[in-house]
Every structure is written in structure tokens, then in C-alpha cells.
């Protein structure tokens, strides 16, 4: 089995210095928990474990962060990699280092693709994955989602790419289509005829050759002899040949105009990127927008709207007011970004639409034209010479912009003297080929020699595009149905896996939502006639409801999505159990938090995990229930080197440490604030009767009175006295710990080290009898049946066990 034994990361993202992360304690490979606020550089690990598995980072990929930005911006992309050090017979190390010559090929080394062969699938999760899944607005993502954690990711990939193929290739079909169509259409018009073939050409050919005495072909491919002996006589006769060349010319100018004015659009553009700019700041925080978006809706749903739904902090003050005005202030700047956006897309058509018009009609070498339009030619040069540039900067990021500036350029000007000078244009071919056609001969010779160049070249368009499209329509079809079979087996692939791992679903899902046990079931449901998109159907009081965001909250979809995502862990990572969760209870109520912790305990013993948390409650929780764990504390952050980390001890091991040092009010304030959380779930797990009080300030004694009489009463036994009572006596013998609860957060009356010692080492006495290791959860109290149990949660520790008892 592949261990993880250390992860070192250097220049990455936000990290400078090295940033190991070790796996071994004790001399037993283990887990790791990692706490720090936000922006102390957590999620660097994620991205570069993303970044050692694909090369990539999808999440900062979709919002535009290029491969270059991967490295920390101090190094130039040098010396910045990723390391694993491994516990395994024959892999013992993997190395991903960022190669500045190749950005798409990092140097890698060690045993790399041994390690990928057993690191197959995903095995890191991060709040904003569980984010995406629950946004019901988005079932494409939520698919994606889904084919990511179920193995599927690379065929979804193909799927995506075939996708853009068949959109690519159907637009293709629809231009060559058009040419056909338009080609058919000219054809149909120098004919009269409606049918388009080869026999049908030849005798229009034929019938113009007789007319002018020329020889007749039999085939097409003869067509250039007849077309080479009307030129013959047309070069012969020069006002013929003159009105040939203004007719080809006037069947160019038809293409040529009309033409837009861009000045308008221009000036535009230059004004609203002049209104960002001059925010650039706020620009940086556009990202920010959905969230808030986000944020309002669910803000608006909660019972306590004064908690964050991202960090779960207490907000002072009005939450929702709040976020609802962050928002308001980005919109006008998100609508001008829309805005500026469109209006670079629009000119972008604009220009290049302006530069195939140009093409056609500077293409024309006749010199009695050339002549006759040298100004317009000139100012067709000039445009050609800047408009290439023009193109290429409304087709730049926002970000990558710092400065517009192209209303005042030529091309703009000349494109608005040419448009002036249309009518004028237009007005002087047109007299030349009316002055020209007066001789009825010299016109039908011209108009014969116009007519068999155009058929000749439309029917060779008209054969190519025919061609071209059934070929590329054969191609299509079978893309098609390619994609059909691809979609089918996904979805199929989905529905197995699903299926399989169901069960792991439900029981996953239901350990984090027991205490809601009218919702159960969680099944996904692939909607009928969609080639990406997925619903999730729940069980509510025994019905069926699709979508299941009808009846749950955020929080619980969250604990959909975390069940699909350890379940598909525990099928695919059977080689290397291993997983990453980044921030994954943010959306969970801190009663569900421990749930957590409960589930990794009793279904993923036998996996590593690296757990990352900015909230110090659950790291707390975490801490307590897994102290074999390796704990780090990243307090804080800088550009220079990178985040500050220590390793860190839990509340116990605090004490412990504390009463080693003859610190003993240090250790006495925090045993009270351990005794005061541990008092809280012990209460809350007994459903002990406690007094109400407005201000919501209980003492320890408050606490724990209430505590001791609800375990005695319900351990009661006639003629018998519970080990628990007799330890809960000998915790309260003598004055020290009454003393204790009145006094311990008042620095003036101090406790001796023995004193705290005595005490903490009575409670981990009791601890011991009511903290079952193996499911990391207390005790709590359950009526199932009419039968009253106190018992932990995998049932382990049943404190109506008669083993408990002694007789009296």
C-alpha cells in the first residue's frame, strides 16, 4: 500500500520558502490537519497536488490564471516544484518541478508515473467543488462534478472536445452550405435553368461558343477553351475589353460595400475601458460578484442570518445588509466589464468582417480601374497596414490591456472617407459600363464573357462545396453518433457506478444528516434528453422529490455532494488511501462538524488525510478526536517567504504542557475553556434540562451539575452504584474543583500545579469512560424502542452494560 510520508512545496503559488508537510509521527505514517485564516496560503498545497496530478489547476484555469501565474512571482518560474516522499516497497518519491522553457511539461522525477498509476483518480476535494455541486442553476457542472470523482473525468473531456468539434464543424458545414447555396443560386441565374450539372453547363457553353464561332468542348474541363477564345476576340476589341474588366470590378464593389462606420464603437469601447481603469482596484474583486450573488440568496434562507455561509464567523451588524451592498457596489462595474466585453466581441467582428471586404476587392489588376480608384486603392493600403493591430488588441484580456487608443487611427478615418465616398463610387462604374454597353455587340460580347468566367467559376465552387459537404457532413454524422455512443456509455458508466456505491452514499449521507431523519436516500437522476446534466433526488418523508433542492438547505446538499465524493474515494483509491478535504465544512452547522470527523473516523481508518480549516472550532474538534494526527498552525502570511506555520498541539496536549512548565494558570484558563466545550456536547448529547438564561452565560457549575445528575439518573440501578458516579464523586471530593468552577477565569485567585493537575487528570479519567476512540464520539443518550441507551455511536461503549455496575 502507497503511504504518504512527507509533501514539501517551494515557490508555488503563494508558497516561497519550503512548506513541508510531514506524515510521519511517531514513526507511524499518519494524518495531517492544517488551520489557518484565510489568505495564509492553505489552498497553495491544494492547487500544487492538483498541479503534480494534471499539470493544471481547472479552478484558477476558468478564471483566466494562465501557467505562467502557477510559480511564486518572485522566482521566474525557477526552482518552484512539488515533492512526495513515499512509505513503499518500490516508490519513494514523485516530483513535479515547473519547466520555464516548456510551461505545458513540468520536469518530473523519482518514481512520477508509478505514483500516477496508483493516483488515478481525484482524490482532493475544495469547498468551492461542493459549491459548484450544489448550485441548481448549474446541472452541467454538477455533472462534471459527478464524471470527475466517478473516474470518468477524461471521457468527459472527450466528450467536451467533441462537443466544440461538432459545434466547430457545424458552422463549417453551414459557410460551406451558404457557398453552395450561393454558387447554385449564380448558376441557376446565367442559365435559366434549374437543374446544376455537367451536361447542363457544357450546352450553355456550347450555345455561347456557336454564337462567337468557337469550337465546342464535351466536357467541363474543356469549359477554360471556350472562356481563352472569347478573351481572344475581347482582347481584339478594346471598349469590350474595357467593359469586362469595369463589370468584374462592379461584381467585386457589390461585395465591397456596404461598409460600417467603427468610429462610433470605437470611442465607445475607449470610454468604458477609461471607466474601468480608473477602478482597476475593484476590477480585481469582479471575481467576487457571483459569490456575493451566491451569498445573498443563501444568507437570506439561513435562521441566523449574522453567520457567514463561508467562513461561519458572526458578523456585527446587519449580514445580509451588508453583503447585498458589496454587491450593489460591483454591479455597475460588473455591467460595464459585460459591457466592454460585447463591445470589444462586436469591433472584433467588425474589423475582420472590414478585412475579408478588403481582400475581394483589392485583388483587382486591372489598370484602367486601378486608375480610375488610385485614391481609394491608397486608402485600402493603409487601412490594410494598421488594421491587423487593431484586431489584435480588442481581442486582448482586460487585464492585459493598458491602453486604447484607436479611434484616432487611420484605418478609422479612411474606413469613414471610403463609406462617404460609396454613392460617388458606385455612381462612376456604373456610367462606365453604360457608356461602354451602348454598341449592342460590344455589350453581349462582354456580357458573354462575364457570363462564362462566373459559370466556370461557380461551378467549380459549386462541385468543391458539394463535395466538401457531404464529406464533411459524413464527418459530422459520425462525430455524432460518436458523441451519442460516448454520452450513452457516461451516463451508463455513472448510473453503474452510482448504483455501486450507493449504498456508501446513503450511509455516509446519513451519518452527516442523523439528525434529520425524514430525509434519506440520496440517489442521482440523469434528466432524460441531456447529454450533461444531472438532479439529485431525495427521499422526504418517504416521497421522492427531484429536484432535492426543493426541500434541502445548502448545508445538506453539501453533505450530498461530501458522500458521493468519499464514496467514489473508498472505490477508486483502494491503492493509494489517500485524500485531501480543503475547507469542506464551511457550509456545515458546527453541531454536523464533528460528524465529520465521526464519519472519517469509523468508514476511512485506513486512509491518510489531509484535513485544511480555517476554523479554529473544528480544528479544535479534529485535533481531539485524532491525536495521533499531525496538527500545523499557519499564522500568517507574507510575499517575502511565504506563509508562518508551527506545529501545534490540542487543548489536552496544551495542558499537558502547560503543567510541565508550572504555568498553572495558563493551564487552569485552558482546562476551563476545554471543560466548558466538552460540558456543552455532553449536555446537548444527553439532552440534559438546564435552566434557560437570557444572556446565554453559563458557568462551569451551571454546566456541570446539571451534567452529573442527568448521567446518575439515567445510570441508576437499583442495589447497584455505576463506575461513572464513583468516578464523577471522586472528581468532586474535597473543595478543589468547586473551587475551581466558580473561580477559574479570575486570574486573582490563582491554583497551584498540583492542584490543575489533580483535576485534569480526574477528568481524563472520566473521558476515557465516555470518549470512544473508535468513533470519536461521546457518549449520548438514545430511546430507540422504548429501550434507553447511553452509548457511543458505533456502540462500543454502552454505559448500561452490566460491566459497569458493582453491587452495593
Known amino acids: 500500500m502507497l503511504k504518504v510520508k512527507k509533501i514539501t512545496i517551494e515557490n508555488f503559488r ?94 518530473t ?58 459545434n466547430k464543424q457545424t458552422t463549417n458545414l453551414q459557410s460551406l452550405q451558404s457557398t453552395f447555396d450561393t454558387s447554385r443560386d449564380i448558376i441557376n441565374a446565367i442559365t435559366g435553368q434549374t437543374e446544376v450539372d455537367e451536361a447542363t453547363i457544357v450546352r450553355y457553353i456550347n450555345t455561347i461558343a456557336s454564337n462567337h464561332k468557337i469550337a465546342s468542348i464535351t466536357l467541363f474541363k474543356e469549359a477554360e477553351t471556350v472562356k481563352e477564345g472569347l478573351q481572344e476576340i475581347v482582347q481584339k476589341n478594346p471598349v469590350t475589353k474595357e467593359l469586362t474588366e469595369w463589370k468584374a470590378f462592379q461584381a467585386k464593389q457589390n461585395q465591397f460595400y456596404p461598409l460600417s462606420t467603427a468610429r462610433v464603437n470605437c470611442l465607445d469601447l475607449e470610454t468604458l475601458f477609461t471607466d474601468l481603469k480608473q477602478n482597476e482596484e475593484s476590477i480585481k474583486q469582479l471575481i467576487l460578484s457571483a459569490l456575493y450573488e451566491q451569498s445573498i440568496e443563501v444568507i437570506s434562507k439561513l435562521d441566523d442570518k449574522s453567520k457567514c455561509p463561508v467562513c461561519d464567523e458572526t458578523f456585527e451588524g446587519d449580514l445580509l445588509k451588508h453583503v447585498t451592498e458589496k454587491h450593489n457596489s460591483l ?80 484605418a478609422i478615418s ?56 457531404a464529406y464533411l457532413k459524413g464527418i459530422s454524422d459520425n462525430l455524432q453518433t460518436f458523441f451519442n455512443i460516448l454520452t450513452s456509455y457516461i451516463q451508463t458508466e455513472i448510473n453503474n457506478t452510482f448504483s455501486a456505491i450507493s449504498s456508501d452514499v446513503v450511509e455516509y449521507f446519513n451519518v452527516l444528516e442523523n439528525s434529520n431523519p425524514d430525509i434519506k436516500n440520496p440517489a442521482l437522476k440523469l434528466i432524460t434528453g441531456k447529454d450533461k446534466a444531472v438532479e439529485l433526488e ?26 458521493i465524493f468519499l464514496a467514489a474515494v473508498k472505490r477508486f483509491n483502494y491503492e493509494f488511501k489517500f485524500f485531501i478535504l480543503d475547507d469542506v465544512v464551511n457550509s456545515f452547522d458546527s453541531f454536523k462538524r464533528p460528524r465529520v470527523a465521526q464519519l472519517i473516523a469509523s ?27 499531525q496538527r500545523y ?27 510541565e512548565d508550572d504555568n498553572a494558570i495558563t493551564a487552569g484558563q485552558t482546562l476551563g475553556r476545554y471543560l466548558e466545550w466538552t460540558f456543552g456536547i455532553l449536555n446537548e448529547n444527553m439532552k440534559t434540562p438546564i435552566a434557560y438564561k437570557v444572556e446565554n452565560v453559563y458557568t462551569l457549575s451551571e454546566f456541570y451539575d446539571p451534567l452529573v445528575k442527568r448521567f446518575k439518573d439515567k445510570l441508576k440501578l437499583a442495589n447497584n452504584r455505576h463506575k461513572l458516579s464513583v468516578l464523577f464523586d471522586e472528581f468532586e471530593s474535597g473543595t478543589i474543583f468547586r473551587n475551581y468552577c466558580v473561580h477559574w477565569k479570575n486570574e486573582a485567585i490563582t491554583f497551584s500545579t498540583d492542584e490543575i493537575t489533580t483535576i485534569f487528570n480526574k477528568w481524563l479519567e472520566i473521558e476515557q469512560m465516555i470518549f470512544c476512540t473508535s468513533c470519536k464520539s461521546y457518549v449520548h443518550y438514545d430511546k430507540p424502542d422504548s429501550i434507553e441507551y447511553i452509548r457511543c455511536n458505533c456502540g462500543a461503549i454502552n454505559l448500561k452494560d452490566a460491566a459497569h455496575y458493582t453491587p452495593v
Open 538 to 563: 431525495i427521499e422526504f418523508a418517504s416521497e421522492k422529490i427531484t429536484p432535492a433542492f426543493k426541500f434541502l438547505s445548502e448545508s445538506q446538499v453539501n453533505s450530498f455532494g461530501l458522500a
Open 633 to 659: 498552525k499557519f499564522t500568517s502570511w507574507d510575499y517575502a517567504t511565504g506563509p508562518k506555520f508551527k506545529l501545534s498541539k490540542n487543548y489536552l496536549e496544551d495542558i499537558q504542557a502547560y503543567l
Open 14 to 107: 503563494g508558497l516561497r520558502l519550503p512548506v513541508s508537510i510531514d506524515f510521519v509521527k511517531g514513526g507511524r505514517t499518519t494524518s495531517a490537519l492544517i488551520y489557518g485564516r484565510n489568505g495564509t496560503g492553505k489552498s497553495s498545497i491544494v492547487d500544487a497536488w492538483e498541479w503534480l496530478h494534471k499539470f493544471n489547476i481547472e479552478t484558477l484555469r476558468r478564471e483566466g490564471i494562465l501557467l505562467t501565474d502557477f510559480p511564486h512571482k518572485a522566482t521566474d518560474g525557477n526552482n518552484s516544484y512539488i515533492s512526495v516522499e513515499f512509505q513503499h516497497p518500490t516508490i519513494n518519491s514523485a516530483t513535479a518541478k515547473f519547466n520555464p522553457k516548456k510551461l505545458t511539461t513540468p520536469t
Open 414 to 469: 479612411k474606413i469613414d472617407e471610403i463609406i462617404s465616398g460609396e454613392e460617388a463610387s458606385k455612381k462612376l462604374v456604373a456610367d462606365k459600363i453604360a457608356g461602354l454597353s451602348k454598341d449592342e455587340a460590344t455589350k453581349t460580347l462582354a456580357q458573354d464573357y462575364t457570363n462564362i468566367s462566373n459559370l466556370i467559376d461557380h461551378f467549380k465552387s459549386y462541385s468543391i462545396s458539394k463535395e466538401k459537404v
Open 109 to 166: 522525477s523519482g518514481e512520477y508515473n508509478e505514483f500516477k498509476a496508483l493516483s488515478t483518480y481525484p482524490n482532493y476535494l475544495r469547498y468551492t467543488d461542493l459549491n459548484e455541486f450544489i448550485c441548481n442553476k448549474r446541472k452541467a457542472e454538477r455533472y462534471e462534478y459527478i464524471a470527475k470523482y466517478f473516474g470518468l473525468e477524461k471521457f468527459s473531456l472527450l466528450q467536451d472536445n467533441l462537443q466544440a468539434t461538432l
Open 331 to 410: 454591479s455597475t462595474l460588473t455591467k460595464k466589464k459585460t459591457e466592454f466585453e460585447n463591445k470589444k466581441s462586436i469591433l472584433e467582428k467588425q474589423f475582420e468582417g472590414i478585412s475579408k471586404k478588403i481582400a475581394v476587392i483589392e485583388s483587382e489588376t486591372s489598370s484602367v480601374v486601378l486608375d480610375a480608384f488610385h485614391t481609394l486603392f491608397e486608402d485600402i493600403a493603409k487601412i490594410n497596414s494598421t488594421l491587423p493591430t487593431l484586431i489584435s488588441t480588442v481581442k486582448k484580456q482586460l487585464k492585459d490591456l493598458t491602453a486604447i487608443s484607436i479611434s484616432s487611427d487611420t
Open 603 to 629: 468508514k476511512f481508518s485506513d486512509f491518510q488525510v489531509l484535513m485544511i480549516t480555517h476554523d479554529q472550532i473544528f480544528f479544535d474538534t479534529v485535533s481531539r478526536k485524532f491525536p495521533e494526527w
